[in-house]
């Protein structure tokens, strides 16, 4: 459902911000971009994000804003400059990705086809991941369209920290269906799940869809028949995409089924860094 703000284009927030335009809205709330009229000219973009209480979980806010501060200071995080809950609103005040984000990108463009672009966003992404676990913060919904870019795609950043946690064992199923990891598209309680290990299984197929254009299956379930034959199949990706033996191989290592051996930010980044292309040649 769409979210019942009003619409503040126009008006000056805090005395400090002028919202120009939506960027999005949703039933979380509205976003704005904004400029900060007190910044330099190079500095004032700013995206402005107000959630509404009254349709909120208060809790999972409040941790959002503190977990999203903790992080903030990171260079491929985006940076959370000021944030802050009113009568009515929390307000999160950020840096403005004129981009926008990689799931819009991969949307309208397709997939990528340059291995050093892919590699540069792919090492970014997994240095950050491993940066944003060492401060104790779990991401726990890595997709595309939680990525956002910078407009020559030289620069990526994380962001959105609305499901994100500082416990690295899961209390319960959360995320995005198509990134979740099996262990937790089948939830159980009583067996420990590891966020970080969730995310990496995200990560790997961030880098899927960045190379083929899309999903091959949109729940990590045996019910699902293309998951089931990846499962079986070290071979499957091959046979369907025309991705590289190398790239088959660090993907079917950050999408191992067992979370206890799948692979980490460091061992999927230099196998990165050796990787030739990550699509196959017309000799192959």
């Not at 944003?132 to 369209?145: Q, S």
Request: aromatic share 10%; proline share 4%; net charge negative.
């Amino acid at each position: 459902a769409e979210t019942t703000m009003p619409n503040l284009t126009g008006s000056v927030i805090d005395g400090r911000y002028r919202l120009i335009r939506i960027l999005g809205a949703g039933s979380f709330g509205v976003v704005y971009r904004a400029i900060d009229l007190w910044a330099a000219k190079e500095t004032c973009d700013r995206a402005i994000k107000f959630v509404c209480k009254a349709d909120s979980c208060i809790a999972t806010l409040r941790r959002e804003m503190v977990l999203h501060k903790r992080v903030s200071h990171l260079p491929n995080v985006i940076t959370l400059h000021h944030a802050y809950e009113d009568a009515e609103y929390f307000v999160f005040i950020m840096d403005y990705c004129s981009g926008g984000d990689l799931g819009t990108y991969l949307g309208e463009c397709g997939q990528f086809v340059d291995t050093q672009e892919v590699k540069k966003i792919m090492l970014t992404l997994l240095d950050t991941i491993a940066m944003i676990h060492a401060e104790g913060v779990y991401h726990r919904d890595l997709k595309p369209h939680n990525i956002l870019i910078s407009k020559d795609r030289s620069q990526v950043y994380l962001a959105d920290f609305g499901l994100s946690s500082d416990v690295c064992e899961c209390q319960s199923s959360c995320g995005t269906m198509a990134y979740i990891p099996p262990e937790l598209v089948h939830f159980d309680p009583s067996r420990k799940a590891d966020a970080a290990k969730a995310d990496m299984w995200a990560l790997g197929l961030i880098l899927l869809n960045m190379i083929s254009g899309g999903l091959p299956w949109h729940r990590a379930s045996l019910t699902s028949y293309n998951f089931s034959e990846f499962v079986q199949d070290p071979n499957y990706l091959l046979d369907c995409l025309p991705i590289s033996r190398e790239a088959n191989s660090i993907i079917r290592r950050m999408l191992r089924v067992n979370p206890l051996i799948r692979a980490n930010p460091i061992d999927i980044s230099a196998m990165i860094l050796e990787l030739d292309s990550f699509w196959r040649s017309y000799e192959d």
